[in-house]
């Protein structure tokens, strides 16, 4: 099986522009999640998407956004980048809804550099 | 709030054993994992343990649960230079869906 892909894998950006990150789960997952690493703040939840359906968010400002499609990929923007948003952020999958796995797999990650 | 804290570094000899320690707050925290991380790449899942289980054996690693004192603990047995990286434990809720609460990360370094 496919792991979960991000795209792209780098990116540069301008302060106040806004960018698009996208990313594939495992084929049969249906819930994505979004997470930031920074060196400062380590790894912080973003949100989750499950069947289109934001169902759960983390304490980010609204410039962070996401969206899930039918097919279960999921794509995160920010918008009116700041110097602070510079981060890896890493995407991750699961089959949540089945009884059996609270598994969650990772991707390789976007990372994103704000100038 | 929420909190999950590791030490920050671990040195040990190559064939000697790593134990990484975690320490989380959330009672209820339902699931526990331990991640890895190599320079430039993402998040290799290793364990996960359930909060009813108090051990759990996978080839080299041993993931040991106290619920009682909220202290999670990763063995390695037979460390290697490859094993050299950062790991993070992580608490999630079954309430609150896809959430983990991740440590800052031990980075540990296997000397020959």
């Known amino acids: 099986k496919a792991g979960v892909t991000q795209t792209p894998r780098y990116l540069i950006k301008t302060r106040g522009q806004q960018v698009t990150l996208s990313c594939s789960p495992i084929?049969?997952?249906?819930?994505v999640s979004w997470y930031q690493q920074t060196p400062g703040q380590g790894l912080q939840f973003l949100f989750e998407y499950f069947s289109e359906t934001q169902r759960n968010k983390g304490n980010f400002p609204g410039r962070f956004s996401g969206r899930q499609f039918s097919n279960s990929r999921s794509e995160m923007n920010v918008s009116t980048l700041e110097l602070g948003d510079s981060a890896l952020y890493l995407c991750?999958?699961?089959?949540?809804?089945?009884?059996?796995?609270?598994?969650?797999?990772f991707g390789p990650g976007t990372r994103l550099t704000v100038t | 709030g929420e909190d999950v804290e590791q030490s920050l570094f671990l040195s040990v000899r190559e064939g000697d054993s790593s134990v990484i320690n975690c320490t989380y707050t959330?009672?209820?925290?339902?699931?526990l994992y331990w991640y890895k991380q190599e320079p430039g790449a993402g998040l290799q899942l290793l364990t996960y343990i359930f909060s009813n289980m108090d051990m759990k054996q996978d080839q080299r690693l041993t993931v040991l649960l106290n619920k009682k004192d909220k202290h999670l603990s990763l063995r390695i047995a037979d460390t290697q230079t490859g094993d050299s990286a950062i790991y993070f434990c992580a608490t999630g809720d079954y309430n609150q869906g896809g959430k983990l609460i991740f440590g800052q990360g031990t980075e540990l370094s296997v000397k020959p």
């Open positions: 959330d009672s209820s925290s339902t699931y």
């Open positions: 084929s049969g997952h249906r819930s």
């Open positions: 991750a999958s699961s089959n949540r809804g089945s009884t059996f796995s609270y598994e969650q797999y």
